[in-house]
T-cell receptor, first 115, second 112 residues
Framework: AQSVTQLGSHVSVSEGALVLLRCNYSSSVPPYLFWYVQYPNQGLQLLLKYTTGATLVKGINGFEAEFKKSETSFHLTKPSAHMSDAAEYFCAVNKGSSNTGKLIFGQGTTLQVKP | EAGVTQFPSHSVIEKGQTVTLRCDPISGHDNLYWYRRVMGKEIKFLLHFVKESKQDESGMPNNRFLAERTGGTYSTLKVQPAELEDSGVYFC??????????FGPGTRLTVT
């Protein structure tokens, strides 16, 4: 069975500081990995995805994530936080090329950005 | 291009009543998914349509939930009769490839 663990339900950073949101997964098959963001009163927006190929993937709004198979991790980073980054972030996994598309989500991490 | 839309945005019903949620996917997306987030918990998969066929309904909680996608366009999710534990946010997503899923804004269901 697949699962996703996001370490820290709440993360607080200062504006301009590094953002690091942690995600670890378990999967019996090569996974596809995703980060979604939910701004207040909006739906989930895809930030970035890893399917195959380059393990460092870049997404929208300056975010990037690195797939590390040996560590079963897919942490999300951004060099400099902006106030507009305050939102809830979700890591998700599916069964890669053998998938039905069903996404398994982590519990979510709320990012607070302090001025 | 219009995104995924869901109706209503909010619904408050009493226990035992029936509610029908609607999802309109992005035009041309054969894959349609329903998910639910109960307060304080993770987002959980309910089911997956490919066109009008149910590809995977392993996440449907019980037989009080009925999902349909007649004609392979919009989808409805009916809860009958609603129970208190059905409260939460119901998300719909669609995908052309089955890889990237585009989510709607969700329907917040409150059962009192």
């Amino acid at each position: 069975a697949q699962s996703v663990t996001q370490l820290g339900s709440h993360v607080s950073v200062s504006e301009g500081a590094l953002v690091l949101l942690r995600c670890n997964y378990s999967s019996s098959v090569p996974p596809y990995l995703f980060w979604y963001v939910q701004y207040p009163n909006q739906g989930l927006q895809l930030l970035l995805k890893y399917t195959t190929g380059a393990t460092l993937v870049k997404g929208i709004n300056g975010f990037e994530a690195e797939f590390k198979k040996s560590e079963t991790s897919f942490h999300l980073t951004k060099p400099s936080a902006h106030m507009s980054d305050a939102a809830e972030y979700f890591c998700a996994v599916n069964k890669g090329s053998s998938n039905t598309g069903k996404l398994i989500f982590g519990q979510g991490t709320t990012l607070q950005v302090k001025p | 291009e219009a995104g995924v839309t869901q109706f209503p945005s909010h619904s408050v019903i009493e226990k035992g009543q029936t509610v029908t949620l609607r999802c309109d996917p992005i035009s041309g997306h054969d894959n349609l998914y329903w998910y639910r987030r109960v307060m304080g918990k993770e987002i959980k998969f309910l089911l997956h349509f490919v066109k009008e066929s149910k590809q995977d309904e392993s996440g449907m909680p019980n037989n009080r939930f009925l999902a349909e996608r007649t004609g392979g366009t919009y989808s409805t999710l009916k809860v009958q009769p609603a129970e208190l534990e059905d409260s939460g946010v119901y998300f719909c997503a669609s995908s052309r490839t089955g890889i990237e899923q585009y989510f709607g804004p969700g329907t917040r269901l409150t059962v009192t």
